[in-house]
């Protein structure tokens, strides 16, 4: 089984400053996915970025990005120039790959990310 | 393009009744899951359907169950509420093979027991 650990249940940040979230998991598994999802207080959970375990270059997607260290089993989400509008809660979160592994998605706790101005 | 839409959005229930709450997956989408979210124990994986056949369960007890129909329209049901019960319920959905793994998510259904 899977486990994802997420350190940090509630951060905050200045706008415009960077933060990082950190996650680590624990599998057996060789070929899965990463994920960072946001849940924004109106609840519906949205893609931040992902991430292939066969890859080695880091997944980026605009101010996002991700430091992942396969044999640290390590996943953090880098966040810069913060906007008041990335306030929510961050989940870290696995996913075997296969085509019999279905989506069964194994989260972390979350961290609540706070963006001040 | 329309997203994945969950029905109802907001339902109270008393201890001993069930309920049955809907998940319209984005069109082409195949394959339907279903999470259990509450503030104790997180985001918990119920289970997940592909082509109307249930693919993988959660460690839930018999009480939740689901289905899928040819539309790739899925429900899950729940029976003899427990205060326990009292969660959100999230329904994310899928392309199915060969996609990039993203669950697309709906609003959720918040589930009160009484």
């Known amino acids: 089984a899977q486990t994802v650990t997420q350190s940090q249940p509630e951060m905050s940040v200045q706008e415009a400053e960077t933060v990082t979230l950190s996650c680590t998991y624990d599998?057996?598994?060789?070929?899965?996915?990463l994920f960072w999802y946001k849940q924004p207080p109106s609840r519906q959970m949205i893609l931040v970025i992902r991430?292939?375990?066969?890859?080695?270059q880091n997944a980026t997607e605009n101010r996002f990005s991700v430091n992942f260290q396969k044999a640290a089993k390590s996943f953090s989400l880098k966040i810069s120039d913060s906007q008041l509008g990335d306030t929510a809660m961050y989940f870290c979160?696995?996913?075997?790959?296969?085509?019999?592994?279905?989506?069964?998605?194994?989260f972390g706790g979350g961290t609540r990310l706070m963006v001040k101005p | 393009k329309a997203g994945v839409t969950q029905t109802p959005r907001y339902l109270i229930k008393t201890r001993g009744q069930q309920v049955t709450l809907s998940c319209s997956p984005i069109?082409?989408?195949?394959?339907v899951s279903w999470y259990q979210q509450t503030p104790g124990q997180g985001l918990q994986f119920l289970f997940e359907?592909?082509?109307?056949?249930?693919?993988n369960k959660g460690n839930f007890p018999g009480r939740f169950s689901g289905r899928q129909f040819s539309n790739s329209r899925s429900e899950m049901n729940v029976s003899t509420l427990e205060l326990g019960d009292s969660a959100l319920y999230l329904c994310?959905?899928?392309?199915?093979?060969?996609?990039?793994?993203?669950?697309?998510f709906g609003e959720g259904s918040r589930l009160t027991v009484l």
């Open positions: 599998t057996s598994e060789n070929n899965y996915y």
């Open positions: 979160a696995f996913m075997k790959r296969s085509s019999k592994a279905g989506n069964m998605l194994t």
């Open positions: 069109s082409g989408h195949r394959s």
């Open positions: 359907y592909f082509s109307e056949t249930q693919r």
């Open positions: 994310a959905s899928r392309q199915g093979t060969g996609d990039t793994g993203e669950l697309f």
């Open positions: 991430q292939e375990a066969y890859k080695q």
